[in-house]
């Protein structure tokens, strides 16, 4: 057991020297926005036991509102 903690904080250790910080790219486009619901699903058709419905979109026609 010690031997795989051993071996954990080697493999950490040589990650975190191994890592250079690079220089910074150029910026991208602005992102699209997005909007999630979630909701209580109640036992039935969509779901035997019940659980959480999760609806996402993206919005597609840049307006200040989705």
């Known amino acids: 057991m010690k031997l795989?903690?051993?071996i954990t904080?080697?493999?950490?250790?040589?990650s975190a020297i191994a890592?250079?910080?690079g220089?910074?790219?150029t910026n991208g486009q602005e992102g699209k926005k997005?909007?999630?619901n979630l909701d209580i699903e109640a036992k039935g058709?969509?779901?035997s036991t019940g659980g959480l419905k999760i609806t996402s979109i993206i919005?597609?026609?840049k307006?200040?509102?989705i």
């Open 4 to 6: 795989n903690h051993y």
């Open 45 to 47: 058709a969509n779901c």
């Open 59 to 61: 919005e597609k026609l």
């Open 63 to 65: 307006c200040t509102q």
């Open 19 to 21: 890592c250079e910080d």
């Open 9 to 14: 904080l080697i493999i950490l250790t040589i």
């Open 34 to 36: 997005s909007l999630v």
């Open 23 to 25: 220089t910074d790219g």
